[in-house]
């Protein structure tokens, strides 16, 4: 059964910082990775999707690496925003039933960026 | 274009009621699945939908819980009888076809059901 951990739970820095987010899964053999951005209150919002066979994914400021073999992924927020202020979920996506369908999902980084 | 719709965004109720939550799907997408949320068990998936037949329900938690999708562009989720461990956001999500021309992977969420049993 695929487990995902993210780490740090929490995370709060000023305004204007870069960070990384980190992101590890323990079955491999997935067909996907997305990452989620979750406002409280709110759904999910895709931000980036890596295929398996790609090793990174970029838009905007954000960042996202793959390294399948070690269950590995992290996302690069560049010049951190306080808008940037949400829940980061991340995702990975294994075969079910035939076809890419399972995702399962990590606890989240609660990301704060200070004025 | 619309994304997919649930409703109702909240729903009180009391314990032994039954429960109805509704998702329509990103017009076109052909995989509907439905989510639930909880401080303490994260997101987890129930069941998944693919051309309106069910295709993995092992992630339904009880016989209370039921989902139908009737037709393309409609899903229901059911409780019944409900009870106060079952309060969460559940969400629907859709994507298109696996293998179709429009498949990446990547799922699209509605902005969730927060359901409240008392």
């Known amino acids: 059964k695929q487990e995902v951990t993210q780490i740090p739970a929490a995370l709060s820095v000023p305004e204007g910082e870069n960070l990384v987010l980190n992101c590890s899964f323990t079955d491999s053999a997935i067909y996907n990775l997305q990452w989620f951005r979750q406002d409280p209150g709110k759904g999910l919002t895709s931000l980036l999707l890596?295929?398996?066979?790609?090793r990174e994914q970029t838009s905007g400021r954000l960042n996202a690496s793959l390294d399948k073999s070690s269950g590995r992924s992290t996302l690069y927020i560049a010049a951190s925003q306080p808008g940037d202020s949400a829940t980061y979920l991340c995702a990975p996506g294994a075969f079910s039933s035939g076809s890419a369908r399972q995702l399962t999902f990590g606890s989240g980084t609660q990301l704060t960026v200070l004025p | 274009d619309a994304g997919v719709i649930q409703s109702p965004r909240h729903e009180v109720t009391e314990m032994g009621q039954e429960v109805t939550l509704r998702c329509k799907p990103i017009?076109?997408?052909?995989?509907l699945f439905w989510y639930r949320q909880t401080m303490m068990r994260g997101l987890e998936l129930l069941i998944y939908f693919n051309n309106n037949v069910p295709i993995d329900d092992s992630g339904m938690p009880e016989d209370r819980f039921s989902a139908k999708m009737p037709n393309a562009s409609f899903s229901t989720l059911k409780i019944q009888p409900s009870e106060p461990r079952d309060s969460a956001v559940y969400f629907c999500?859709?994507?298109?076809?696996?293998?179709?021309?429009?498949?990446?992977?990547?799922?699209?969420f509605g902005e969730g059901s927060r359901l409240t049993v008392l």
């Open positions: 890596i295929q398996s066979s790609q």
């Open positions: 999500a859709s994507s298109p076809l696996a293998g179709g021309p429009k498949y990446t992977g990547e799922l699209f």
């Open positions: 017009s076109g997408h052909n995989s």
